[in-house]
């Protein structure tokens, strides 16, 4: 497999892989696939869960702003998200807050791994913030939507109501296929997904 970079985006070192892809359509577990196989990954995820977590640095500023959302264990997403998920000016307020500090923290990654041939940004956003226009290459993970729909109502405290609000927030799936570099599947058994990832690891190590 070979990937020639899209035109304007530098040749630079670290490489940048952005990784993305709509609810439960199986991000983390691609990631998690990635550093299998020896590539660095930004989680922006887990990122925003640390700074929202016990002792985490957002925890009094979210509190400042929608009081009663955070506890001993920190920010409490079962009180947070049904005030921001369906209501775009709480959201964006929510937004103003955590997405300056994962840009933070993806800057520190970005210097701690300058070294590197490749890394990979797992970013749920990826489109719909803009960060696309940053990476060299853009992986999205897909499924058919049903098979999506079957995991994510799996998830404790999902609802019909909830995922409806969240995929209205999200680019659609379709549109994220028409837009990748590189569609990772995922409705498929995890050893071809990650065979996949494999293949795509190695056309980025060692340019
Ligand atoms: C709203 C919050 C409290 C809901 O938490 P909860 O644990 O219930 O859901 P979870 O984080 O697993 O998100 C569920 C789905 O919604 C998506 N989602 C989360 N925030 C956003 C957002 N700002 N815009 C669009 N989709 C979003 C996620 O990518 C995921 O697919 C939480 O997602 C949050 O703090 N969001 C703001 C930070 C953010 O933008 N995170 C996503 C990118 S790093
Ligand atoms: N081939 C596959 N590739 C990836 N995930 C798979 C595959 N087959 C089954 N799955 C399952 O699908 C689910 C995908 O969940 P995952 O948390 O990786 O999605 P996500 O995109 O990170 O979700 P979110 O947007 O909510 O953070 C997991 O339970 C995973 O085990």
Known sequence: ????????????????????????????????MFEREGVPVFDADAEVHRLQGPGGALVATIEARFPGTTGPKGVDRQKLGPLVLGNTHELAALEAIVHPAVAKAQRRFLMRHRARDVVVLDIPLLFEKGGWR????????????????????????????????????????????????????????????????????SCFRAR
């Open 1 to 32: 497999m070979t990937h020639r970079p899209r035109p304007g985006s530098r040749l630079r070192r670290p490489f940048l892989i952005g990784l993305t892809g709509s609810i439960g359509m199986g991000k983390s577990t691609a990631a998690a």
């Open 134 to 201: 940053k990476v060299g290459a853009i992986a999205v993970v897909s499924a058919p939507a049903w098979m999506q729909r079957k995991r994510v109502m799996r998830r404790p405290g999902m609802t019909a109501a909830k995922l409806k609000a969240i995929r209205r927030l999200q680019v659609a799936d379709r549109v994220k296929r028409a837009r990748a570099d590189f569609i990772i599947e995922t409705g498929r058994p995890k050893s071809a997904t990650h065979r996949q990832i494999r293949a795509i690891a």
